[in-house]
């Protein structure tokens, strides 16, 4: 069984940190690609970010020079460090994962197979 499980998310003031975590269970991690989206209330899903089995990363706009993803193939775990926060950074942050790289199309969220639950993250101003 397939298993996402998120965290790190909670509450900060505007230019704040956090650093979120994924940890994966039940497929070849290293194998697949990671990817960070997020989605506030009345709005969309969104790509934030993915990383590539060969490390290959790309990044929203709205978050290039403020976010950085990541991966630790040893320990099945992604991370999103959220550097520079910002009130409209407020959102679920989901961590997802796929056995295919979609170049350009990565921040569509329908190719992901596999998800998490999520975690909050509030920044406040």
């Known amino acids: 069984q397939v298993q996402l499980a998120e965290s790190g998310g909670g509450s900060v003031h505007t230019g704040g940190s956090l650093k979120l975590s994924c940890v994966v269970s039940?497929?070849?991690?290293?194998?697949?690609?990671l990817g960070w989206f997020h989605q506030a209330p009345g709005k969309e899903r969104e790509g934030v970010a993915v990383?590539?089995?060969?490390?290959?990363?790309s990044y929203a706009d709205s978050v290039k020079g403020r976010f950085a993803i990541s991966r630790d193939n040893a320990k099945n775990t992604a991370y999103l460090q959220m550097n520079s926060l910002k009130p409209e950074d407020t959102a679920m942050y989901y961590c997802?994962?796929?056995?295919?790289?979609?170049?350009?199309?990565?921040?569509?969220?329908?190719?992901?197979?596999?998800w998490g639950q999520g975690t909050q993250v509030t920044v406040s101003s």
């Open positions: 997802a994962a796929d056995r295919f790289s979609y170049g350009d199309r990565w921040s569509d969220p329908g190719y992901y197979e596999h």
């Open positions: 039940g497929l070849p991690f290293a194998d697949y690609c």
């Open positions: 990383i590539t089995p060969s490390d290959f990363t």
